[in-house]
């Protein structure tokens, strides 16, 4: 279930719905802001996603069950003070670093179901599945032996965790992308599932992948995800910034949502998601923080319009219900909640009415002044159920959590 877009002037501000956050790594929030150096040399070479990798398995390498629960519950509370109250957790670092599992296969899972616990976000946790390093079936290099899954220990980590679902917790699947499951595994991990589990996968997020996958499935991912998957609204595509015209019609037609991660997609050089063609086809979306280098959902959506701006060189591109850009990319924002599997609608931020950005503001223009005129941040309480997570711009436990996570920063660096 989506949410409305409810805005209302309250005693203590304005009250806006929080935001879901479509895609998270945790664990990258630990590295946000170190992969910025030059790696590439020599005539002709240049850093992408893929050099951006090194540094990322770099970190992954180092990450304990302590260190991912300290890491994970500063990036949800800080979430919480931004204006999220959900977030899908695509959870892909399983094992020890050598690839061995734990005593406890799930202990990985569970230091992010202890970290949302700690912080009060709504968790949607989904193990991902990750069983080869291409298209051509290779096997996963060493540095990627500690997210590895066959079939079935995979759903044993998924039957482990779906019991744990609760009002807080949802469990759902995440395909880690066509390059890294297997057709057969897909079909078999797809065909165990329950009625209306979530299912995440990352796809068509760089061109390189494109190529790949027509050289050897002989169709572009999302072209021949559809073809071969059975595609509705209980799935969720991560990325799809690689699209021709029939893809975006056939996607949008499929109910699925995409989840866009703007701040991750230009920091990796990824490219520009066809936004406006996809809204024109009634296509559902939402957004995420992905490697989480920038944890403001004000932002995602700012330079998701900003982006096609550039691109097209005329402005408001976001609009069709609304003619507020704001007010449509708010109300899209709400409509990906589905994706998280969680049908409540208690959730909610109260918003800083003194702020000057603010001074004189109406529900009509409200959306528009939040996301476009400036970077204070605005949110002063956050609130799901009956609980205050975060009041005067601050969370409840700030302290404790940031004390714990540089104490965790100070391990991972060590060295």
């Given at each position: 279930m989506s949410r409305?877009?409810?805005?209302?002037?309250?005693?203590?501000?304005?009250?806006v719905p929080g935001l879901s956050n479509l895609h998270s790594h945790a664990f990258q929030r630990a590295m946000a802001g170190?992969?910025?150096?030059?790696?590439?040399?020599?005539?002709?070479?240049?850093?992408?996603?893929?050099?951006?990798?090194?540094?990322?398995?770099?970190?992954?390498?180092?990450?304990t069950p302590d260190t991912l629960h300290a890491v994970a519950a500063q990036l949800y509370a800080e979430m919480l003070e931004a204006g999220y109250t959900r977030v899908c957790e695509f959870h892909y670092v399983h094992h020890r670093p050598d690839g061995r599992a734990y005593d406890d296969p799930a202990?990985?899972?569970?230091?992010?179901?202890?970290?949302?616990?700690?912080?009060?976000?709504?968790?949607?946790?989904l193990p991902v599945l990750y069983m080869t390093g291409g298209f051509d079936g290779r096997a996963l290099s060493p540095?990627?032996?500690?997210?590895?899954?066959?079939?079935?220990?995979?759903?044993?980590?998924?039957?482990?965790?779906?019991?744990?679902?609760c009002d807080e917790l949802r469990v759902g699947v995440a395909l880690h992308s066509l390059r890294?499951?297997?057709?057969a595994a897909m079909r078999d991990v797809l065909a165990?599932?329950?009625?209306?589990?979530?299912?995440?996968?990352?796809?068509?997020?760089?061109?390189?992948?494109?190529?790949?996958?027509?050289?050897?499935?002989?169709?572009?991912?999302?072209?021949?995800?559809?073809?071969?998957?059975?595609?509705?609204?209980?799935?969720?595509?991560?990325?799809?910034?690689h699209l021709d015209a029939d893809e975006t019609v056939r996607l949008a037609r499929s109910r699925a949502t995409v989840a866009l991660c703007p701040t991750t997609e230009a920091n990796l050089g990824d490219g520009l998601f066809p936004l406006r063609a996809y809204l024109d086809a009634g296509g559902r979306w939402g957004i995420g923080s992905d490697s989480h280098i920038s944890v403001s959902p004000v932002e995602e959506l700012r330079w998701l319009e900003y982006g096609q701006r550039l691109a097209g060189r005329r402005r408001t591109i976001a609009t069709g219900a609304f003619d507020s850009v704001g007010q449509t990319l708010l109300a899209g924002a709400l409509d990906g909640d589905r994706a998280t599997g969680f049908d409540a609608d208690d959730e909610w931020l109260l918003l800083d009415a003194d702020a000057p950005v603010l001074a004189g503001a109406d529900a009509d223009d409200l959306a528009d002044r939040w996301i476009f005129s400036g970077n204070r941040p605005l949110v002063r309480e956050t609130r799901i159920g009956d609980r205050r997570l975060v009041a005067d711009g601050r969370h409840l436990q700030a302290e404790t959590i940031a004390e714990d996570y540089r104490r965790a920063m100070r391990t991972l660096l060590a060295d």
């Open positions: 409305a877009l409810n805005i209302s002037r309250e005693p203590g501000g304005w009250r170190m992969a910025e150096r030059r790696t590439s040399t020599g005539d002709g070479a240049h850093d992408s996603f893929w050099t951006w990798r090194e540094t990322m398995y770099r970190f992954a390498a180092r990450m202990e990985m899972s569970l230091a992010l179901v202890a970290a949302a616990r700690e912080t009060g976000i709504r968790l949607t946790l540095r990627q032996a500690r997210f590895g899954h066959d079939v079935d220990a995979y759903l044993r980590l998924f039957e482990t965790l779906r019991a744990r679902d890294a499951v297997p057709e165990a599932l329950p009625a209306r589990t979530p299912v995440h996968i990352h796809i068509a997020e760089q061109v390189g992948e494109v190529e790949d996958c027509l050289a050897v499935r002989g169709a572009r991912p999302v072209e021949w995800l559809l073809a071969n998957a059975p595609v509705d609204a209980h799935w969720t595509l991560v990325h799809a910034t």
